[in-house]
């Protein structure tokens, strides 16, 4: 069968090379894909948000499967739209993304089901929003835009006179366009994060590992938020019943939640945990895997993906085996332009690639690369990661740092404690 992957990004390089490796997969096709995913699968030129662009070459193409990784399309209707086409497509429809495209939304679906959450407030009006934060007691709070903001629209205000700014520069500057016109505040929690990301068709789910994203750009957390400078999987110290619990409380309330708004949730569902002394709490969900979460994830799963999708896909994830994952731990070292999240520059050639010894246990993704002629190119903020399976969290971080050693380009930063 052909199967088209929608998006660009190292959880796209992750899903094609996956995705190549079954024995039922005659071709994959990635649109737009990268320089690295064009080692894996045959690069479109098509833009990951061209709706009409994707239907018209999985029609022209007849693709047996599509899989679309980021959220952009998905909250843009490309799953009602292949669908229309009577295309097979993996992901939420428009109205079921909407879980990830409105955090105003999101809340509401957490209050409608009881769902674990930090206490939160939706504005539409800045002026509200203002006497709000007036009324309040001084201390840290969370300012949300509602919209889709690329993972930036969140602002973490230590003093009341942050939040103040934060809600000006979304609501009435309009820093985030459309995305920002509504604001949620929310209580600022404390603990450690994690991601749980499982597959389901809106009735059936198939758990996938959890892991851990690593946000900040520098070391022991410090620096602005970035997509996402690493992430380990499993997480260390999350124990079965803290995982049951998120399964219990949010993953399934808020799948079931949906089915009764008439929103059939087909996909992967991301929920983005904090770990509170009084329990899992729900952050953020995702209607998609995360990146880089996806690359150890799917390091470490030994089944083959595509009959998951597939079923996923069709609404008979109850006819299909859970998945099998590896018990050992992988670890994903993000390699970064010079001046990310913030500026960077493009075009940076990349060295040593062909010094790094690859092999199952240990896989670079691209993000973003480019070639040019025989050359590799950076061509993004997050280039490029090293991801490697190792028995404990030490051996698999140590041949993660070796391999990513002898990568070079200009400027290239990289945390040094992903999975410490
Ligand atoms: P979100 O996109 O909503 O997940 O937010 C991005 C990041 O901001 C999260 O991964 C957390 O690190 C942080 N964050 C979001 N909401 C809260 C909250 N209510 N309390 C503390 N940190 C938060
Ligand atoms: N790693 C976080 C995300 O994909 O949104």
């Known amino acids: 069968m052909k199967v088209l992957v929608v998006g660009g990004g ?20 990635c649109a737009p894909g990268n320089g690295g995913i064009a080692g894996v699968a045959e690069c479109v030129d098509v833009a990951a948000n061209d709706v009409a662009g994707l239907v018209r070459f999985a029609k022209a193409e007849a693709i047996d499967l599509t899989v679309v990784g980021p959220e952009e399309p998905l909250c843009l209707g490309l799953v009602d739209a292949m669908r229309a086409a009577s295309l097979r497509v993996l992901g939420p429809d428009q109205s079921a993304a909407e879980i990830e495209g409105s955090k105003a939304y999101a809340r509401e679906v957490c209050r409608r089901n009881r ?10 009006d800045s002026s509200k929003a203002h006497a709000f934060l007036e009324n309040r007691q001084e201390g840290p709070i969370v300012v949300k835009a509602s919209g889709l903001a690329a993972g930036k629209g969140v602002t973490m205000a230590r003093t009341r006179a942050e939040a103040r700014t934060a ?4 609501m009435d500057q309009a820093r985030f366009g459309a995305a920002g016109r509504t604001v949620v505040l929310e209580e600022f929690l404390e603990g450690s994060e994690c991601s749980v990301i499982h597959l389901t068709d809106g009735k059936t789910f198939a758990p996938f590992e959890p892991a851990r994203d690593h946000k900040r750009v520098f070391d022991r957390d410090q620096g602005p938020n970035t997509g996402g400078m690493g ?15 998120i399964e219990d409380q949010i993953l399934f309330p808020a799948v079931n939640g949906l089915n009764r708004e008439g929103r059939v949730f087909r996909g992967f569902l991301y929920a ?7 329990g899992p709490r729900l952050l953020e969900f995702n209607c998609r895997l995360g990146d880089p979460e996806t690359q150890p994830i799917l390091m470490r799963l030994s089944s083959d993906l ?6 996923a896909a069709d609404g008979t994830l109850e006819q299909c085996e859970a998945p099998v994952f590896d018990s050992r731990t992988a670890v994903c070292v993000v390699a970064a332009s010079g001046g990310y999240p913030g500026e960077y520059q493009k075009g940076c050639l990349i060295h040593g690639l062909d010094q790094v010894r690859g092999g199952p246990d240990l896989q670079v993704f691209h993000s973003g690369t480019a070639r040019r002629g025989g050359d590799l190119v950076t061509t ?3 280039v490029l ?11 698999a971080r140590s041949r993660a740092y070796t391999e990513l050693a002898k990568i070079e380009f200009q400027g290239i930063h990289y945390r040094r404690d992903i999975g410490a």
């Open 10 to 29: 190292g959880r796209e390089h992750a899903l094609c090379w996956k995705i190549a490796l079954s024995p039922l997969v005659k071709r994959v096709y």
């Open 306 to 311: 595509v009959p998951l999708l597939l079923h």
């Open 231 to 245: 992430a380990v999987s499993p997480v260390p110290g999350l124990g079965k019943r803290t995982l049951r619990q």
């Open 385 to 395: 990661s090293v991801c490697a399976l190792g028995k404990s969290v030490e051996e």
């Open 115 to 124: 769902i674990p959450s930090p206490g939160f407030w939706v504005f539409n």
């Open 167 to 170: 809600v000006d520069e979304m």
């Open 272 to 278: 983005g945990c904090m770990l509170t002394a009084t």
């Open 380 to 382: 993004g903020g997050r």
